[in-house]
């Protein structure tokens, strides 16, 4: 199965999954809410401020009078604080208060499973560091931004600092506006339980994300922060919303957080903090700033599974806010949707109208990506798709499949769906791993164009595949990274650095077009290169379910890009092969490699080939480049394209075991081969060719600077000046009068029906053809049929023989022969 047609099955069967029970992981909050979950919930005012708390019951509402106002502050101290499950408590604050700042001083967690609200705009703070836990009812009714934090002490820009553990009875308040949360090691932790409803299932792939509008969890006014600091964090099925606003999590066991007033509310910073918790996302978790939001999140160990999303889908006109991760551990994203199956954890952006899809800024030292877990970037309209950036310090592995079904891969995909262009793909890292179905893809599906795909990895990339699939269609998941047009937009180029570059079997590094979009350009610069999988630029016919889904047309139109590799040693090993291919009506593309040494070994191949256009060019430069056991480099063209030209410098070229250099055609003009060398050894079943079918041979020239013999082990003999076949005759000529010529400095056989011998075990080097010499030719006029010299053979001395006979020629293809004028008339 082709790259595009795997694509495409992946694509389309990623929604048909089966439901399956799937073990999520949970940090010790899930223990802690559960020892905590039956303490009957209250609010109970202590006597530490000036004015105190007044708590007053009224049917299923607690309304909370008193506090101390300072300003446009208002203060509320409890001993607990806690919101009973389908209760209300409300803070009946003043319209002129802006901020209302609340903490609890006692040793309770609290509970809040009802609704919480205030009046006016006022922003709310809520500090309890023995842990706060926000239930499945839980529900907020707040006019301002909402921050929540299980700090010690809130410090204001003064120096005055509000503490949970201050009993004095009578604190001086300030006016002032709050600046950071100070959180020390035995800071609790903060949970957001749900029903993991956030989001439904879009009915095809060319659909958005569909947000579940009844869902209420936690949510604030638009254009507002909603804001979780704790010890760790972990939202198992809950909701984190703010629509054009920001969410920010942050998980701090040592230090303090700084508080940074913006538009939208209240940006944290960590400039001051030591030591980071976990933060965690499970059984479906959701947090959405959509529009023009924002969303930040700041941890140690960070972790998204079970279906969860981090989510930002901008459907207005202006540009859209970004989602920034900083984890100093691992970052990981993994696995599906355990009830229903039909949901992957995500790390997305998206736009829906004109304004631009947000940026996604990954910074970790560790970045996981499994079981189907997916980060990337859409636009399903003219505005443009954000940016991924990943900065992973140490690694970034991208594993494998979702358990529930293969197509549904490990992935950083950027893509864009109608005119709007995708955003780019930057990964930077010391170590790159991508393994049975990890991708990282630029797609375009529409008319925009696709984004670029640019991978700095200092050690090394490895694309591998080792698990084996049964009855399932497919022998692997492929490992793969690629740029793709579908439709009418140019893909984007992938550039990849790195000191060793892995290409395993059944991986891929593409660029490709199945539409009138060109194919985008790959460039590898690898201190090594390790292929045994495949290194494409290609235009494919679509098939007719590629048609149906996005318009495609039946033949592409687009040309492939080309591939560029500069390395110190490229291995091409069982099967690998670097190839630019068209089967379109088009040209194919080009290829070019600089290295030191140059291997194919066990029918490996450099190949540029055409089904109608012409074919691609291939430059080869290399100090060594040796071809074995069935390789080969050829740039051949069907139907009447002409034939690619090939054209190597190279200190020393080789070829043994069957292996060839060619630059065929069929109908059209054969190829051109330049060879450029110090040395050139080629074992007798090895061959070069450059011919045509039914049309005109190409060329093959050979400049090689030390025409000696040298014995190798297996046999590889030197070939000094190569002879020249030329055909006399145009395409297909019928039985006429006609000559053959044939020119050499050296002394010609004296009979024209003798075979002619150019014996190349000579111990002085052959001169080069000087114009001012003239060469003894033969001449034969026949009245009769003519039938060229056609074949260059070895004899059983190891002499090239041109002849007529077709016994034994050099290789299965008649080594430096030209085709029979009459071939097409026999």
């Known amino acids: 199965m082709d790259f595009i047609h795997l694509l495409v099955a992946n694509l389309k069967k990623r929604r048909s999954v089966k439901e399956c029970a799937l073990q999520f992981w949970s940090i010790k909050g899930s223990l802690f809410f559960l020892a905590s979950s039956s303490v009957t919930a209250q609010v109970i005012p202590d006597k530490t401020l000036p004015v105190n708390s007044i ?48 903490r609890v001083t006692g040793s309770s967690i609290s509970n809040i499973d009802g609704l919480l609200k205030t009046n006016g705009t006022a922003n709310f703070f809520l500090i309890n560091p023995s842990g706060i836990i926000f239930g499945k009812n839980a529900r907020l009714d707040i006019g301002g931004s909402f921050l929540v934090s299980t700090a010690k002490v809130m410090k204001f820009a003064d120096g005055f600092e509000f503490r949970t553990n201050d009993r004095q009875t009578k604190p001086l308040l300030t006016i002032s506006v709050p600046t950071g949360l100070q959180l020390g090691s035995d800071s609790g932790a903060i949970q957001v339980l749900g029903i993991g409803e956030g989001l439904t299932a879009p009915s095809s792939i ?81 947090a959405d700033a959509s ?14 599974t079970d279906g969860s999303a981090i989510l930002i889908q901008n459907q207005s006109s202006h540009p859209s806010g970004s989602i920034n991760i900083n984890a100093t551990g691992t970052l990981e994203l993994s696995g599906i949707s355990p009830k229903d199956g039909r949901f992957n954890t995500i790390l997305r952006t998206e736009s829906l109208n004109s304004g631009s899809a947000g940026d996604i800024n990954l910074f970790t030292k560790n970045l996981v990506v499994q079981g189907g877990a997916g980060i990337g970037s859409r636009t399903y309209s003219d505005g443009q798709g954000g940016n991924v950036t990943v900065n992973a310090s140490d690694s970034i ?45 630029s797609l375009t599906l529409g008319t925009g164009a696709g984004g670029n795909v640019v991978l700095n990895v200092v050690n090394s990339v490895e694309l591998t595949n080792s698990i084996k699939l049964m009855n399932s269609g497919l022998d692997y998941v492929p490992s793969y990274f690629a740029t793709t047009d579908f439709h009418a937009g140019n893909a984007g180029s992938l550039t990849i650095n790195t000191s060793r570059l892995i290409v395993g079997q059944q991986a891929r590094i593409t660029s490709s077009t199945v539409g009138s979009g060109s194919a985008g350009s790959i460039t590898i610069n690898a201190s090594n290169l390790d292929v045994s999988g495949r290194i494409s630029s ?25 591939i560029k590799i500069n390395t110190e040693n490229l291995s091409l090993m069982n099967g690998g092969i670097i190839t630019v291919t068209n089967q379109g009506i088009s040209n194919a593309g080009t290829i070019l490699i600089n290295a030191k040494s140059i291997s194919l070994d066990n029918k490996s191949a450099i190949t540029a080939t055409t089904a109608n256009g012409e074919g691609g060019n291939i430059f080869l430069n290399a100090r060594y480049l040796q071809l074995s056991n069935h390789s080969t480099v050829t740039a051949t063209a069907g139907n009447k394209g002409n034939g690619g030209n090939i054209n190597i410098n190279a200190d020393i070229l080789t070829a043994w075991g069957k292996s060839s250099i060619t630059a065929d ?45 040298y014995p190798t082990q297996l046999k590889a003999e030197v070939i000094p000046i190569a002879p020249e076949i030329i055909p006399v005759c145009q395409e297909r000529v019928g039985i006429g009068v006609s000559s053959f010529v044939v020119s050499s400095t050296r002394n010609l056989q004296s009979k024209p029906n003798d075979l002619m011998y150019n014996n190349i075990e000579q111990s002085n080097p052959v001169p080069a053809f000087n114009n001012s010499h003239n060469p003894k030719s033969f001449f034969s006029n026949q009245p009769t049929q003519i039938i060229e010299a056609n074949a260059l053979i070895r004899d059983s001395q190891g002499n090239f023989v041109l002849t007529t006979s077709q016994a034994n020629p050099i290789g299965d293809n008649a080594s430096l022969s030209a085709s029979s004028c009459f071939s097409g008339s026999q």
């Open 538 to 562: 290609s235009v494919l016919m679509a098939d007719q379910d590629t048609q149906q889904l996005f318009a495609s047309p039946q033949s592409p139109s687009g040309n492939p890009g080309g």
């Open 665 to 709: 055609a069929f109908e059209g003009r054969g190829g051109n081969i330049t060879i450029n060398a110090q040395g050139l050894f080629f074992s007798p079943d090895s061959l070069i060719t450059a011919s045509s079918k039914y049309g005109i041979n190409g060329t093959v020239k050979y400049n090689i600077a030390d025409t000696k013999i």
């Open 55 to 102: 708590v007053t019951p009224q049917n299923n509402t607690r309304i909370i009078d008193g506090g101390t106002i300072k300003g446009s502050n208002l203060f509320h101290s409890f001993e607990q604080f806690s919101v009973t499950t389908g209760s209300t408590v409300l803070f009946n604050n003043a319209q002129n208060i802006q901020n209302i700042f609340s």
């Open 206 to 286: 060319s659909s958005p994300t569909i947000k579940n509008n009844d869902l209420t969890g936690l949510r604030v006014q638009l254009g507002k922060t909603l804001a979780l600091v704790g010890g760790d964090v972990s939202l198992a099925g809950g909701s984190l919303i703010a629509d054009q606003g920001r969410i920010e999590l942050g998980s701090v066991t040592d230090g303090t957080v700084s508080l940074n007033p913006v538009a939208q509310g209240f940006a944290l910073s960590y400039p001051n903090v030591q030591r980071f918790g976990n933060i965690s996302f499970s059984q479906k978790a959701l």
């Open 291 to 304: 529009s023009v939001g924002s969303i930040q999140i700041q941890g140690n160990n960070i972790l998204a």
């Open 397 to 441: 592995g991208l594993l494998g499949f979702s358990s529930f079904n293969p197509f549904i891969t490990s992935s950083i995909i950027n893509s864009t769906l109608t005119n709007g262009k995708a955003g780019d793909i930057t990964v930077s890292t010391e170590r790159l791993i991508a393994t049975d179905g990890g991708v990282i893809i």
